[in-house]
């Protein structure tokens, strides 16, 4: 439990099925207060609300309190959510909602705690809920359409803000993968995207990028830094460079690997996130000098992962030792969260949440592509074959075990984890040869199919890897050890959604590139190979 919650007069109880035991024996109902470390408005709500004597002697009273770190526990965070952090949450003893809010001050915590205690004498728990996406089964599952990749193109013309950047007319977040797969397809709006970016959320005096920005015009900002945006941004500005040359994409690139390498940097991993500093210090560098704002050093694997991935991704394009020392290092740590295939979402936590399990993959196969680790690729697969044999239901994807407190029983199947599934898939039936591992990432995104027509530029990440699963994805083969020059040519010759296969031992010192039924001959220099690349896409 965070020190915020230990200090408060509030008697917090960690989730679990002991404490919902514990409420159904009381007869009351649950507070459940779902926080974050680096959560500015949760923090100011413990101080002004939970701290109020009357307020914590009402809660402790008449509620079986309970505090979730929502980092610490993704499933429990993704069905209570109300909308934002904190959430504040009344549930029956079983889990189901009463109702909910996002931060209270003491006047609407006092409303809200005696309108539900009438609601609770009047009716018990018959007045509790279950959300919809919990309740409806599995997701509206079809036929793969082959023009979702052009449809979703679409929506990003329809939504993107042709005066600020950006995709919608609210609250600006960078949208990684989205950026990502407008590259290939329309890249002046993922580079002027980028370039605000790089304008507003980019942290000038110490590296790094700030969460989003509240303001259309990318006013407003959010400044914690999650370990998660600043992995994926560096993954996509080490892209926008690899596709572009611009020095400009590279520079944040390089000082996000250097805050990711010092200021986040546990010793076994990278840590979670560093909460914001105070309001005033963002005016100008000078203000900011001795004030480090706190950091969660808890190294959660699906966060480790996406890092890993990142880090190779920009050493694959610059030869930046820093970043592959740092992601063989943090890789390690992510091996000792592996047992038979299942990841662990933390030392200690719970296992195999499909995003763990994911992301594993996908920062497991990118070892193999870069540093040609044969050993990760072979981990990969465990950890491939155990999220298809254990959270594949035969139409989808759960997010987890169909086990646990409340509503963490209840399977809940997330679209964008299905996506970073199906995507690492694709890469892992590349390089292990098995097209099983294709067929199942097909299976994730047809899960969803039915309902393709209404996605909007927030998931273009499923026209990527439709994409990817149609003719046009490009692997090159290389029958050269990694590191060779010839496989750093084919890492830079390839566009960033491409595979690359490094020392394949039926190739013999040569290159082959390959595009659906098209391929290239044998390319023996990386010039040769650049040349026979260009003139594969020239016939295409």
């Not at 980019?202 to 400044?223: L, N, P, T, V």
Request: aromatic share 8%; charged share 25%; proline share 5%.
């Amino acid at each position: 439990m965070d020190d915020s919650a230990a200090e408060s007069p509030v008697e917090w109880r960690e989730w679990g099925e002991k404490t919902l035991a514990a409420a159904q024996e009381s007869g009351r109902p649950v507070l459940l207060s779902l926080s974050a470390t680096w959560c500015a408005d949760c923090h100011e709500m413990d101080e002004e609300t939970y701290a109020n004597p009357g307020i914590a002697a009402n809660v402790n009273e008449g509620f079986v309190p309970v505090r979730v770190d929502v980092d610490r526990h993704p499933r429990v965070r993704d069905r209570y959510n109300m909308g934002g952090f904190p959430s504040t949450v009344f549930c029956t003893p079983d889990g189901r909602i009463l109702t909910g809010a996002t931060a209270l001050g003491p006047e609407g915590m006092r409303q809200v705690l005696e309108r539900i205690r009438e609601v609770w004498n009047e009716r018990g728990e018959e007045a509790g809920r279950v959300p919809r996406a919990l309740r409806d089964g599995t997701p509206p599952a079809g036929e793969l359409r082959s023009d979702v990749e052009g449809q979703l193109v679409g929506r990003l013309e329809a939504e993107f803000d042709a005066e600020h950047g950006g995709w919608g007319d609210g609250p600006k977040f960078p949208l990684p993968r989205t950026v990502e797969f407008a590259l290939k397809r329309e890249r002046e709006q993922a580079t002027r995207t980028l370039d605000a970016v790089r304008r507003h959320l980019f942290d000038d005096y110490e590296g790094g990028f700030f969460r989003y920005a509240a303001g259309r015009d990318w006013s407003e900002i959010a400044h914690e830094k999650l370990l998660d945006t600043n992995a994926a941004l560096l993954r996509t500005f080490a892209n926008a460079y690899l596709a572009t040359g611009e020095e400009h994409y590279r520079k944040p690139a390089a000082r996000t690997v250097g805050y990711l390498t010092t200021t986040l940097w546990t010793g076994d991993g990278f840590a979670a996130s560093q909460a914001p500093g105070p309001e005033e210090s963002y005016g100008s560098p000078g203000a900011r000098e001795g004030a480090i704002p706190p950091v969660d050093e808890v190294v959660l694997a699906d966060r480790n992962a996406l890092a890993i991935d990142a880090l190779l991704t920009y050493h694959a394009y610059t030869d930046d030792e820093t970043a592959r020392r740092f992601a063989e290092r943090a890789l390690e740590g992510l091996s000792g969260l592996i047992d038979e295939g299942s990841v662990a979402h933390f030392d200690g936590g719970e296992r195999s949440v499909l995003a763990d399990q994911a992301r594993t993959i996908e920062a497991l196969t990118t070892a193999c592509e870069v540093l040609g680790d044969r050993e990760a690729l072979s981990t990969a697969r465990e950890v491939a074959d155990h999220t298809i044999e254990t959270l594949y239901d035969g139409t989808a994807f759960r997010d987890g075990p169909e086990a646990g407190a409340g509503l963490c029983s209840r399977a809940l199947y997330p679209l964008d984890t299905a996506i970073e599934l199906a995507d690492a898939l694709v890469d892992l039936a590349v390089l292990a040869d098995e097209p099983r591992y294709r067929e199942h990432a097909h299976g994730a995104l047809s899960a969803f199919a039915a309902a393709s027509g209404r996605f909007g530029a927030e998931v273009a990440s499923y026209g990527t890897v439709a994409s990817r699963l149609g003719e046009d994805l490009l692997t090159i083969r290389v029958g050269t050890p990694a590191g060779s020059d010839l496989h750093r040519a084919a890492l830079r010759i390839a566009d960033h959604e491409a595979v690359v296969v490094p020392d394949d031992p039926a190739l013999n010192g040569v290159a082959l590139a390959r595009v659906g039924e098209r391929e290239t001959g044998t390319a023996r220099t990386p010039a040769a190979l650049e040349r026979q690349v260009t003139e594969l896409f020239v016939e295409i």
